[in-house]
Each structure stands twice: as C-alpha cells, then as structure tokens.
C-alpha cells in the first residue's frame, strides 16, 4: 500500500507539473510565477493603494487588478486554443493515471501528443490540397470564360486570377510574366510545384499550345476543366468507398478501450490489473504492440488505395 501511494503521490506531482507548464506556455518560470502568485501580488498591490492613496485610490487600484486578471485569463485561454486538440490526449492519460494509480497512462499520453499532431496536419494537408485543386478548376472555367468575351489571353489571366486561390504564392510571379509578355507556362508550371495544383500544368500546355501554334485556348480550357472535374470526382467516390474500410479499422482499434470500460462497470478492476501486475503489464505491452501494428497496416491498405 505505500508502494502504491507513493506512485499516486509522484502521478499527481506529475500532473500538477504538467498542467502548470501548459498553463504556462512558454514564458518559463518567471511566467508561471507570476500566474500562480497572481491574486496575491494584486491583493498587495490593491491593498498597498489603498493605504496611500485613500478610498478613491483603492478603487482605482481595485480596477486595475480586475483589469489585469481578465487580461491574465484572456492569454491563458489564447495559449490553451494555440496547443492544439492533440494536448488531449496529456489530459486524458493524466485523468487515467489518477484512477489506475499509474504514471504510465500520462506518459502514453504525452507520447501520443506527436503522433495526433502529424495525423491533425496530414488532415489540414489534405484539406489544403483539395481546396486548392478546387481553385485551380475555377481558374480554368473562369479564364475560359474571359477568352469567349473577347479579352487577349493575357489581360484575361490577369482577370481571372484576381480574386483565386488557385496560383497560391505564386500568383505575383504569374500575374507578371502575363502582364508583361514573360514566360507565362513557365510561371505556371513553378506554380504547379505547390499541393493540389497540379492542374495548372495542364493550363501551362494549353498556353504554350495556343499562344505559341495559334490553337484556340477557350476549347483546350474547356478539356481541361472537364479533365480535372473528372478526376475530382473519381477521387471523391473512391474515398467514399473506403471510408466504410477506414471507419472499420477505426472501430477494430477503439476496442480494447470498450472491454477496459465494461470491466470496470463489472467490478474487475482492470485498470489495477495492466497497471499493477506482471502478467497485465505484459498484456498491455504486446496489446499496444499489436494495436499500433494492425492500426498502421490498416490504414497503409486504404492509403495506397487512396494512391493507386
């Protein structure tokens, strides 16, 4: 029993520290001093006021002080919005670690704190592309439908890629090879480099074919939204066809949790038993191992499908 108080004690020590560095953020100490010392410093100040100034000065100081925790509480709820939903996981094993008695839910947590964070901006990557391609599309309708109205292909992209997102950093470099009769495919093709445009390659062909041959630009735009419609719509139905796949896997992995939670509602204590004995702790690790193995195998299958 004092072995396992004193892991307790050591795991609220670990959480309070945890919990105070991300209150904290990164100002360091003298930050984190001056959070925790905060109502005592405007109490002094408050009081301090008070006592030279009268009851006027006190009220002053008193609204300083409210002024000043409000502005505290503003930038400790801003640092809290900027860590991320990945810290989560920190919140969770530490609320694991005080039920099971254990330090090595919160270190699981702290560990998953990478991993969440790259499959979060795997997430924004994706999103990025796909509204990117989805800009790329609409430069190439609208540049069309500029050329129809009779404007010369240049002053036309000038036109068309004011307002879209399609050219990404790349727009001042293109908008000016256009402007001032540079190499304009050229420009497009520097602009493809980027996620989701890879469309503009086919708006470089069309260019190069039409300025340079003298075929006509509206026709061979027209190709090509169609083209990358196509395939934006074949990407979207495949990636409804495996999101039953990816959910599944998904599913298959939050299993474990599920038993750990009906043991518990049954009285069983399994918490106690993977954290505190040498059969559980080896269940636990070659668990982990296994789930982490099918988890990844899993979603490698439906990735390449993704790819292929």
């Known amino acids: 029993m004092t072995g396992i108080g004193a892991v307790g004690t050591g795991t609220g020590l670990a959480c309070a520290g945890a919990a105070a560095w991300l209150l904290g953020g990164r100002n360091g100490g003298p930050g984190r001093a001056r959070w925790l010392f905060a109502d005592s410093s405007d109490s002094s100040a408050s009081s301090a006021s008070s006592g030279g100034s009268g009851g006027g000065g006190g009220g002053a100081g008193t609204v300083g002080a409210e002024g000043r925790s409000a502005a505290r509480w503003r930038q400790a709820q801003a640092r809290v919005r900027g ?134 630009l509206a026709a061979g735009l027209d190709r090509l939204e169609a083209a990358l419609r196509a395939e934006r719509d074949q990407r979207a139905d495949l990636r409804a066809q495996l999101a039953g796949a990816r959910s599944t896997a998904v599913m298959l992995a939050g299993l474990p949790v599920l038993g750990l939670l009906l043991g518990t509602a049954l009285g069983a204590d399994p918490l106690h038993v993977v954290l505190h004995t040498g059969p559980g702790l080896m269940c636990l690790l070659a668990g982990v191992v296994l789930e982490v193995a099918g988890l990844w195998w899993a979603l490698r299958i439906v990735r390449g499908a993704e790819e292929t």
């Open 83 to 216: 860590l991320g939903p990945e810290w989560w996981s920190v919140a969770v094993g530490a609320l694991l670690a005080l039920l099971g008695m254990s330090v090595l839910p919160l270190l699981a947590g702290v560990l998953g704190v990478p991993a969440l964070r790259k499959a979060r901006v795997a997430r924004t990557v994706q999103r990025d592309r796909e509204r990117r391609g989805e800009a790329v599309i609409a430069l190439c309708a609208v540049l069309a439908g500029e050329v129809r109205a009779g404007r010369q292909p240049g002053e036309a992209l000038r036109h068309a890629a004011q307002d879209s997102g399609g050219l990404g950093g790349a727009r001042a470099a293109v908008l000016a090879a256009a402007r001032f009769g540079g190499d304009v495919p050229g420009a497009l093709t520097e602009a493809a480099r980027g996620p989701g445009a890879e469309g503009l390659l086919g708006l470089a062909a069309c260019w190069r074919v039409a300025v340079d041959r003298g075929a006509g």
